[in-house]
């Protein structure tokens, strides 16, 4: 499995997402050599499918489908990525203990070359409000926790969540879970959708281990010089 990042650069997850091949292949062609993974998302995936993932560039992928459904469906879908040997593959933790155990219990078919099954906890768009009218009546933080713990029992190696809940994990989890964390936002930069935020310095300074970061790098002028900028303001 990937190992946690040793530097900089590699904790960058750069989010290819465009349903454009060539959009695609054009950023990740940049990018190589300034990051540690690449995110195959659902817009590219959705537009691609698995050739996308195999037009990729010799880099570690992030394949963030977010799977979720019965035990079984999901179980049968990890089997059927597993060629592609993505080093990352995301599930929604709200699926359930038995669904995330059924996953972990397929991905084990590829061995020493599994990949990291990371569990989805609380999208970054949303809010308590937003939590609310979905009926969870808890704030994000809590309901990360929740859904983590639950998560790390039934057998998934780590987690996805927000910047402002990368410290309540490590407090309520430890360090062993592996840490992936989307709503990243360099100092300056505008929100967009994302509804919990923190810059790349703070995520990491939390215990954060990969940042997935879309577009204050794929929107830049020079992709390459902003992921650098990025790599730069963390700590060695």
């Not at 454009?20 to 990018?31: I, K, N, V, Y």
């Not at 959705?46 to 992030?62: L, N, S």
């Not at 840490?179 to 995520?203: F, H, K, M, Y």
């Amino acid at each position: 499995m990937l190992a946690r990042p040793s530097h900089p650069a590699a904790r960058l997850i750069p989010a290819i997402d465009t349903a454009d091949p060539r959009r695609a292949a054009d950023l990740a062609a940049r990018l190589l050599g300034h990051c540690g993974a690449l995110k195959c998302g659902l817009e590219l995936f959705a537009a691609e499918g698995p050739a996308a993932v195999r037009a990729m560039p010799a880099v570690p992928i992030f394949l963030d489908l977010k799977l979720h459904d019965i035990p079984n469906t999901v179980a049968g879908a990890v089997r059927a990525l597993l060629p592609l040997r993505p080093a990352m593959l995301t599930l929604h933790a709200a699926g359930g203990q038995a669904m995330l155990a059924a996953a972990r219990e397929a991905a084990e078919a590829a061995g020493a070359e599994r990949p990291i099954l990371l569990a989805v906890t609380v999208l970054t768009s949303l809010d308590t409000a937003a939590l609310a009218a979905i009926g969870v009546g808890d704030p994000p933080a809590a309901q990360v926790v929740r859904l983590a713990k639950l998560a790390l029992a039934a057998g998934a190696d780590g987690l996805v969540c927000s910047p402002r809940e990368v410290a309540p994990i490590r407090d309520a989890c430890g360090a062993a879970p592996l840490l992936v964390v989307p709503g990243i936002r360099p100092p300056g930069s505008a929100a967009g959708d994302q509804a919990r935020v923190a810059t790349p310095a703070e995520a990491v300074a939390a215990g954060a281990d990969w940042l997935v970061i879309g577009r204050p790098i794929t929107g830049a002028a020079d992709p390459a010089a902003a992921a650098q900028a990025i790599a730069a303001q963390l700590p060695r």
